[in-house]
């Protein structure tokens, strides 16, 4: 029998980016429990190779115009809703044969709070003894909703390292008393004399927290090219104030906070020492804002990994002020390929809307640098956001184009406990459902409308791909017209699909996919903004990723 089961449950989505589910903040809080004296195992419902076609959820019809037929090029975006995991019956009979004395399901993401929920409730029909306790961003911001169901026995708020080894403490002494309970930091139950909700828990220092039991995750399932690939987080929080952003300092999340390097480095020698390490992603919102910190860090890597290459990232993105030519040099020295770079935007009035600085003359500085150094980059930018307009997009877009960098567009959604979240509230554009509340449900129609999003998203994939071909044969392809009606097999070949389409979009601006049956046919945009795109293409000198 274990004293406590972390569950990160499954999710229901378009698609799955596994090296980004890595049950992270649960190995945290395992390591914490077992601190404690506590036995801990963690189900990763998550580590399946399978998914489950299924419908579109209630609320979703108004993206089967845009997602609705498949296509084969590398202009699709998506089409088939997926479960991405274990079934909540399957996960309920685990939870059964271990039987438990604590259940913690992890709801980080509103979006997947629903399945979280179906998680608790099937392990509650399943094995009704079990006491289910509720963590992660989502309970946090919305206690009440979460004990509004009945399967859900206590939330906790905040961090949980020390408040789920506080409670188990109770829990397995017997002193389950309401005064007992509300001791607790971060707690959140229904008491005799109503409901009972204390403010989140955060951990003050995080060096006084152990190192994450990462032997207790399914490593295996998140190998890459057959070496491991880990997560580290050396820091919490975010000290910019984005409207955006749900851990930002303008939110409801903590302050920011930074581990000391010998504790991350520690890290990532003891994970180095159990697997053959291929790629480490750093899961920070700002890796590089203290320089001595990072190059120390840096180097400390290298030191780890000396004669065998390992690959990092930070997808979370860069900051590019915070990047010099020392500290590019040093995280090509160490292992990275590619700097994911976030800009929000280039126009000076979104900024100002997402309390964000103007990088635009660092993000430049950034990119001839990395041409130096054979490095590629991404820039992010947001589109479809309160206030924002399409041709604001559209423009970032095109100021991508002529830049040495991969274009990244994320749809905006509204992150319960960000600044825009209360905007969108306050404004009645808030979607009704909180599964709606994802990039991919394009969860606005506001200033710039879901018709618009979806071209821009299209564009996106259009300009990288325009961007490609200038890397791989020097050249756009020539335009050519469409003949009314064209069917055509290319065996598969996405990238053939794909220039052939690119020749077509380049002489009428119409963005066509092409079906399974090899039958071309026009997307569902706005033909407007697509003109106003080929129009900016023309009049401007593209550049690749690498050239």
Avoid at 36 to 46: M, N, P, Y
Avoid at 159 to 169: D, H, K, N, Q, T
Avoid at 308 to 318: C, H, I, K, S
Avoid at 524 to 543: A, N, P
Wanted: charge should be neutral; charged fraction near 25%.
């Amino acid at each position: 029998m274990t004293d406590v089961l972390l569950i990160q449950p499954p999710i229901r989505e378009f698609y799955l980016t596994r090296k980004r589910t890595i049950p992270y903040g649960l190995a945290s809080i395992a390591a914490a429990l077992q601190q404690e004296g506590f036995t801990v195992d963690i189900l990763d419902a998550l580590a399946r190779d399978k998914s489950k076609p299924i419908p579109y959820p209630e609320g979703f019809d108004h993206l089967t115009p845009y997602y609705g037929r498949f296509d084969q090029s590398r202009f699709a975006l998506f089409h088939q809703f997926r479960h991405f995991g274990y079934s909540h019956e399957h996960i309920a009979t685990l939870v059964r044969e271990r039987k438990p004395l604590v259940v913690a399901v992890s709801s980080l993401f509103t979006a997947y709070a629903g399945q979280a929920l179906a998680t608790a409730e099937a392990v509650k029909r399943f094995y009704p003894e079990a006491l289910v306790v509720m963590g992660g961003h989502h309970p946090t911001v919305f206690p009440e909703e979460m004990l509004a169901n009945p399967v859900v026995d206590i939330v906790l708020r905040g961090e949980g390292e020390v408040s789920l080894p506080a409670l188990c403490r109770l829990i397995k002494g017997g002193n389950t008393e309401d005064t007992d309970l509300k001791k607790i930091p971060g707690i959140a139950f229904s008491a005799e004399d109503g409901l009972f909700v204390s403010d989140p828990a955060w951990v003050k220092d995080l060096a006084t927290l152990p190192l994450p039991d990462m032997e207790k995750i399914d490593q295996g399932y998140y190998f890459r090219r057959g070496q491991a690939a880990i997560t580290v987080v050396a820091s919490r929080g975010c000290p910019f104030p984005c409207s955006y952003c749900s851990v930002s300092s303008s939110s409801s999340h903590a302050r920011f906070r930074r581990r000391p390097v010998k504790e991350v480095l520690r890290e990532i020698r003891s994970q180095a020492g159990r697997n053959d390490i291929g790629f480490i992603d750093f899961e920070d919102e700002n890796l590089t804002l203290k320089k001595d910190w990072v190059l120390e860090l840096l180097a400390g890597i290298r030191n780890i990994f000396q004669g065998n290459p390992v690959e990092l990232r930070a997808m979370n993105g860069l900051y590019p002020p915070s990047l010099d030519i020392e500290i590019i040099r040093a995280m090509k020295a160490t292992g990275f390929r590619t700097l994911n770079l976030s800009v929000g935007s280039f126009s000076v009035d979104q900024l100002s809307r997402f309390r964000r600085p103007d990088v635009t003359r660092d993000h430049d500085r950034v990119l001839d640098i990395a041409r130096e150094e054979g490095l590629e980059c991404v820039s992010y930018i947001i589109g479809a956001a309160p206030g924002q307009t399409a041709d604001t997009t559209l423009e970032d877009l095109l100021m991508l184009a002529e830049r040495r960098t991969l274009a990244g567009l994320s749809v905006f959604y509204p992150a319960p406990g960000s600044l825009d979240y209360e905007r969108c509230k306050t404004e009645g554009v808030l979607p009704e459902r909180f599964h709606l509340m994802r990039s991919t449900a394009l969860p606005l129609d506001h200033t710039t409308t879901r018709l618009e999003a979806v071209t821009l998203l299209r564009l996106t994939r259009i300009l990288n791909f325009m961007k490609s071909e200038i890397d791989t044969r020097g050249k756009l392809p020539e335009p050519r017209v469409f003949p009314g009606k064209e069917r055509f097999d290319a065996g598969g070949d996405r990238t053939k699909v794909s220039r052939r389409l690119l020749t077509l979009f380049l002489a009428d601006g119409i963005i066509r996919g092409v079906d399974r049956a090899g039958l071309v046919y026009p997307h569902e945009t706005d033909r407007g903004l697509s003109q106003m795109f080929l129009e900016g293409i023309k009049i401007r000198k593209l550049s690749g990723v690498r050239s």
